[in-house]
């Protein structure tokens, strides 16, 4: 039997211009995920990453914490996340303001619920998106290639909360309401684990974080 870690990106930089950058909070996660497996002596036999820029740097915290090469990883675009602002546009179709509020904040993830619920019934298409159907199938033939390459091994996958929560969902088969708080709860940095036999999947754990435990990593828990 193996195991698949998934973790998600570290903190972003929410609200810049640029979001999808780590935060220098996101590179600290990062590392610190790095060093508490380094001093639990694990090791990885395969390192999977989506494409997007904050999950290269997330890995590359996460291996200077392991003490690691940065090298030998695949990247796999089905593990990117979707577009939230393209979501958000098929119900609200006018520019938000900047969340710089805490209600900015809470209104750009109700609005962004809703139109997560709209794209994975069908009944929205966000621009330059995919179809919900052929979005999850990305995060599913990740899964798949884990299943039918790494029997036996221990796998890290390094993505966002969109993908990891639709492998959750595929897994336990949740409706889409479900698998959209189980996106809006992922943490930065957080781990959800999957043992695997070459027929599936089962879950272990999810959007857990022992790398933060303590008094020492207060205040380093985010979610955006």
């Known amino acids: 039997m193996g195991i698949l870690y998934l973790v998600r990106h570290g903190q972003a930089s929410f609200g810049a211009d ?7 909070l996101g590179w600290r996660q990062a590392r610190r995920l790095g060093e508490y497996w380094r001093e639990r002596g694990m090791g990885f036999d395969a390192v999977i990453t989506g494409t997007l820029e904050r999950h290269r740097e997330t890995w590359e915290g996460i291996a200077e914490g392991m003490a690691l090469a940065k090298t030998d990883v695949l990247p796999w675009p089905g593990l990117n996340e979707y577009d939230s602002e393209a979501v958000i546009a098929t119900i609200h179709p006018e ?3 900047k969340a710089d509020t805490p209600e900015l904040y809470r209104h750009h993830f109700r609005l962004l619920r809703s139109g997560l619920q709209a ?5 929205a298409a966000p621009a330059g ?3 919900y159907i052929d979005f999850l199938a990305g995060v599913t033939t990740a899964l798949d290639h884990v299943r039918s390459r790494h029997h036996g091994a221990r796998v890290l996958a390094v993505s966002s909360g969109g993908p990891i929560s639709m492998a959750v969902g595929h897994v336990l088969q949740t409706p889409p309401s479900t698998t959209i708080e189980l996106n809006l709860r992922m943490r930065n940095t957080a781990v959800t684990e999957f043992a695997f036999t070459p027929k599936r999947h089962m879950l272990v754990t999810y959007n857990t ?3 933060l435990d303590g008094p020492a990593y207060e205040g380093w ?3 955006a």
């Open 18 to 24: 640029n979001y999808d950058k780590l935060s220098e």
């Open 129 to 131: 998106m995919p179809s």
């Open 119 to 123: 794209w994975m019934d069908g009944r």
């Open 95 to 97: 520019r938000l303001q």
């Open 209 to 211: 974080l022992p790398h």
């Open 221 to 223: 828990v985010s979610h």
